[in-house]
């Protein structure tokens, strides 16, 4: 089957449109796709370019064919499969490229169009924030402007963006009904391949000397607090994650922990409600401030205090809890818990096993050890750094006694197995410390660079009580975060003081909107939905009852969008009745409009005619042509009304229809 001719001038702006819709539509997926098929995409982009400017330059249908299947091989080496979310977009970012440069009939365009629509969706799949928004609204623009230039290349571009634009503004009330009103499954989207969550980043349930430093790095956000009132003071700020009680020697592990409804403690002290939206990590673990009275909806108590969700956590989710920071726990703890809390491998860290032996020689309570152990500790001049040397076999004893610098983990562990050796039980547990407060919004904002680890010591009558031997060499740490507790350059940070709040600001400002976002758009989830129709009147909403809805709904937008078309169509009615109305004026005066007479060149033979009124004529002339020809949609009323009183306006004097000679035809 042979192919169309070269692309037509006529046909640039639609391919123009493409280009630039195609150009949109992969930037965004960049920096998830492999950095080989990424340079490819944007090879394909500037042949299409250079295509359209060189009319000739045509790429061999047997080129297209080896790019085509070189990919699928590459797509093959790098995913190890091609079923699953991330070799289905790459591919389908390759299929548009190679689609691009072989455009030659209009039938091409609609395929690249339907491809850039599915890729625009696919992008949801990896970022669902305000921008991603932004770019899949802009992408649809342009695929609108796409389409409307295949249908009318010689429409300028502004008025293909207005009419794209007006558009988009009759189906906002569609889109509006589908947002409330489509039924929302729980969870996320169903049928999702297994990779789709691979990229989740978070708190690990093991920690190895390390393990937490390199997560600070990262400035992302762990999740959101809004308090009900003041927030507690930093210093108890600690929101619980995996406890880790097997130690081997380099790794720390959980034990099994069975989980109930209740918690094992008996709250004390004042309360901190708040509602906390987590952002999605992929595991099961919900960190909620120490100690909570309940467990929210789809989460349960696990033995060793910590809330656990029914399954891993795959997208947002908001949790109203209540936190009682001075709750005792675990006076009645088990003795089988006790032994594996005093459990450590066999011939690892032998100097810190010494040390640990001769500060508990003479001591009478665990009180009075634990006391020795912070001194001692406080003694041996250890330094908190986010960059700590790697550690080998007998890391505590290298960390104690060698390299003396440390991140909070290696705090956490040298304090643990120093009392374990003491005879005290304790354990390490995990999680996020401090937050830093949010001016705009006054939410609590915690990322993943406030990971932190602390440890827990059992003490008779007394139960687990918390300790965090990081505040033996960063007190700050604690008190102000982490950037607070690390060191700074001052001549450089006064510097760069203006423009570090300034950026500062803007961050906030940014983070603020994006939470709102979250919230009121994203977090539109079933319950939401659910709650929103309660309050309407609907006692248990089902899918019945919003497939009656969104019908109805729907029938009356496109009822309402029907009635605004048949009123705009009527204003074109009634500009042509008006112009007509000129014809027949003219006509009774002897000059009739011929069928193939267009409206400017019957009124210049009319103003040939008729001197005197001349004037009017061509105004009346290039006014109706200009409310017909030049302008997107239907004339307003308000531009009729003109031309009605300006058909109004011609008179025709008597001078002129005594002495006016027919013109000829």
Same mark, same amino acid.
């Given at each position: 089957?042979?192919?169309?001719?070269?692309?037509?001038?006529?046909?640039?702006?639609?391919?123009l449109?493409?280009?630039?819709?195609?150009?949109?539509?992969?930037?965004?997926?960049?920096?998830?796709?492999?950095?080989?098929?990424?340079?490819l995409?944007?090879?394909?982009?500037?042949?299409?370019?250079?295509?359209?400017?060189?009319d000739?330059?045509?790429?061999?249908?047997?080129?297209?064919?080896?790019?085509?299947?070189?990919?699928?091989?590459?797509?093959?080496?790098?995913?190890?499969?091609?079923?699953?979310?991330?070799?289905?977009i790459?591919?389908?970012?390759?299929?548009?490229?190679?689609?691009?440069?072989e455009?030659?009939?209009?039938?091409?365009?609609?395929?690249?169009?339907?491809?850039?629509?599915?890729?625009l969706?696919?992008?949801?799949?990896?970022?669902?924030?305000?921008?991603a928004?932004?770019?899949?609204l802009?992408?649809?623009?342009?695929?609108?402007?796409?389409?409307?230039?295949?249908?009318?290349?010689? !429409? %300028?571009? @502004? &008025?293909?963006?207005?009419?794209?634009?007006? +558009? *988009?503004? $009759?189906?906002?009330?569609?889109?509006v009904?589908?947002?409330?009103?489509?039924?929302?499954?729980?969870?996320?989207?169903?049928?999702?391949?297994?990779?789709?969550?691979?990229?989740?980043?978070?708190?690990?349930?093991?920690m190895?000397?390390g393990?937490?430093?390199?997560?600070?790095?990262?400035?992302?956000?762990?999740?959101?607090?809004?308090?009900?009132?003041a927030?507690?003071?930093p210093?108890?700020?600690?929101?619980?994650?995996?406890?880790?009680?097997?130690?081997d020697?380099?790794?720390?592990?959980?034990?099994?922990?069975?989980?109930?409804?209740?918690p094992?403690?008996?709250?004390?002290g004042?309360?901190?409600?708040?509602?906390?939206?987590?952002?999605?990590?992929?595991?099961?673990?919900?960190?909620?401030?120490?100690?909570?009275?309940? !467990? %929210?909806? @789809? &989460?349960?108590?696990?033995?060793?205090?910590? +809330? *656990?969700? $029914?399954?891993?956590l795959?997208?947002?989710?908001?949790?109203?809890?209540?936190?009682?920071?001075?709750?005792?726990?675990?006076?009645?703890?088990?003795?089988?818990?006790?032994?594996?809390?005093?459990?450590l491998?066999?011939?690892?860290?032998?100097?810190?096993?010494?040390?640990?032996?001769?500060?508990?020689?003479?001591?009478?309570?665990?009180?009075?050890?634990?006391?020795?152990?912070?001194?001692?500790?406080?003694?041996?001049?250890?330094?908190?750094?986010?960059?700590?040397?790697?550690?080998?076999t007998?890391?505590?004893?290298?960390?104690?006694?060698?390299?003396?610098?440390?991140?909070?983990e290696?705090?956490?562990?040298?304090?643990?197995?120093?009392?374990?050796?003491?005879?005290?039980?304790?354990r390490?547990?995990?999680?996020?410390?401090?937050?830093?407060?949010?001016?705009?919004d006054?939410?609590?904002?915690?990322?993943?660079?406030?990971?932190?680890?602390?440890?827990?010591?059992?003490?008779?009558?007394?139960?687990?009580?918390?300790?965090?031997?990081?505040?033996?060499?960063?007190?700050?740490?604690?008190?102000?975060?982490?950037?607070?507790?690390l060191?700074?350059?001052?001549?450089?940070?006064?510097?760069?003081?203006?423009?570090?709040?300034l950026?500062?600001?803007?961050?906030?400002?940014?983070?603020?909107?994006?939470?709102?976002?979250?919230?009121?758009?994203l977090?539109?989830?079933?319950e939401?939905?659910?709650?929103?129709?309660?309050?309407?009147?609907?006692?248990?909403?089902?899918?019945?009852?919003?497939?009656?809805?969104?019908?109805?709904?729907?029938?009356?937008?496109?009822?309402a969008?029907f009635?605004?078309s048949?009123?705009?169509?009527?204003?074109?009615?009634?500009?042509?009745?008006?112009?007509?109305?000129f014809?027949?004026?003219?006509?009774?005066?002897?000059?009739?409009?011929?069928?193939?007479?267009?409206?400017i060149?019957?009124?210049?033979?009319?103003?040939?005619?008729?001197?005197?009124?001349?004037?009017?004529?061509?105004?009346?002339?290039?006014?109706?042509?200009?409310?017909?020809?030049?302008?997107?949609?239907?004339?307003?009323?308000?531009?009729?009304?003109?031309?009605?009183?300006l058909?109004?306006s011609?008179?025709?004097?008597?001078?002129?229809?005594?002495?006016?000679?027919?013109?000829?035809?």
């Amino acid at each position: 089957m042979a192919h169309p001719g070269p692309i037509s001038a006529s046909r640039q702006p639609c391919q123009l449109w493409l280009l630039a819709m195609s150009a949109l539509t992969l930037a965004p997926h960049a920096p998830f796709l492999p950095a080989w098929l990424g340079m490819l995409c944007a090879g394909l982009i500037i042949v299409r370019a250079a295509q359209l400017r060189f009319d000739r330059l045509r790429v061999p249908q047997l080129v297209v064919i080896l790019i085509a299947l070189a990919t699928a091989v590459g797509v093959k080496l790098d995913f190890g499969h091609f079923f699953g979310k991330d070799p289905g977009i790459a591919l389908l970012a390759v299929l548009l490229g190679l689609k691009l440069i072989e455009v030659r009939a209009s039938r091409d365009v609609y395929v690249a169009v339907l491809l850039c629509l599915f890729l625009l969706l696919g992008l949801f799949f990896e970022d669902q924030s305000i921008l991603a928004g932004v770019l899949a609204l802009a992408g649809f623009v342009l695929a609108l402007c796409t389409l409307l230039s295949q249908q009318d290349a010689a !429409a %300028p571009a @502004g &008025a293909q963006l207005k009419a794209a634009a007006s +558009l *988009l503004f $009759q189906a906002t009330p569609l889109f509006v009904v589908l947002f409330f009103l489509f039924p929302r499954v729980p969870g996320p989207l169903w049928g999702l391949p297994s990779d789709a969550f691979s990229s989740m980043t978070g708190l690990s349930d093991t920690m190895r000397p390390g393990s937490i430093s390199q997560l600070s790095l990262s400035e992302a956000i762990a999740f959101r607090v809004e308090f009900d009132g003041a927030p507690p003071p930093p210093a108890q700020r600690y929101w619980r994650g995996p406890v880790l009680t097997r130690f081997d020697g380099q790794v720390w592990h959980p034990v099994f922990s069975p989980v109930t409804d209740t918690p094992q403690y008996s709250v004390t002290g004042s309360g901190f409600g708040y509602r906390l939206t987590m952002e999605a990590h992929n595991r099961r673990w919900l960190f909620a401030l120490e100690f909570p009275d309940r !467990a %929210p909806t @789809g &989460a349960r108590f696990s033995r060793d205090n910590r +809330l *656990l969700l $029914q399954s891993p956590l795959h997208q947002r989710a908001r949790f109203e809890l209540r936190s009682y920071p001075a709750t005792a726990t675990g006076q009645d703890e088990d003795q089988h818990r006790l032994t594996e809390a005093l459990r450590l491998p066999a011939n690892s860290n032998p100097r810190s096993l010494e040390l640990a032996r001769r500060i508990a020689d003479d001591a009478t309570h665990p009180k009075e050890i634990l006391d020795r152990v912070l001194a001692e500790m406080k003694t041996l001049d250890l330094t908190y750094t986010l960059e700590p040397p790697l550690l080998g076999t007998h890391s505590v004893d290298e960390f104690l006694f060698d390299t003396r610098l440390g991140f909070c983990e290696h705090f956490a562990a040298a304090f643990v197995v120093l009392m374990r050796a003491a005879e005290v039980p304790a354990r390490v547990v995990t999680g996020y410390q401090g937050g830093e407060i949010n001016p705009v919004d006054g939410s609590l904002v915690v990322r993943q660079s406030d990971a932190h680890a602390w440890a827990e010591v059992w003490l008779p009558q007394r139960g687990w009580v918390r300790v965090d031997p990081t505040a033996l060499a960063a007190p700050q740490r604690i008190e102000s975060g982490l950037t607070a507790a690390l060191p700074r350059d001052g001549d450089l940070r006064g510097l760069m003081r203006p423009a570090a709040d300034l950026l500062l600001s803007i961050r906030y400002h940014w983070e603020a909107l994006t939470n709102a976002w979250n919230q009121s758009v994203l977090g539109y989830n079933d319950e939401v939905q659910r709650d929103l129709f309660k309050e309407l009147g609907f006692r248990e909403p089902d899918w019945r009852l919003l497939s009656t809805l969104l019908g109805a709904s729907a029938a009356t937008v496109l009822l309402a969008l029907f009635a605004w078309s048949l009123r705009r169509h009527r204003r074109g009615e009634h500009l042509d009745r008006l112009w007509q109305i000129f014809c027949r004026r003219l006509a009774h005066k002897g000059l009739a409009r011929m069928a193939w007479e267009g409206p400017i060149d019957y009124a210049e033979r009319a103003a040939a005619a008729f001197p005197r009124e001349a004037r009017t004529i061509r105004m009346i002339a290039h006014h109706y042509a200009r409310l017909r020809y030049a302008t997107t949609g239907k004339p307003d009323q308000g531009a009729l009304r003109q031309f009605s009183v300006l058909i109004r306006s011609l008179r025709f004097s008597k001078k002129t229809d005594d002495d006016r000679k027919p013109a000829k035809s």
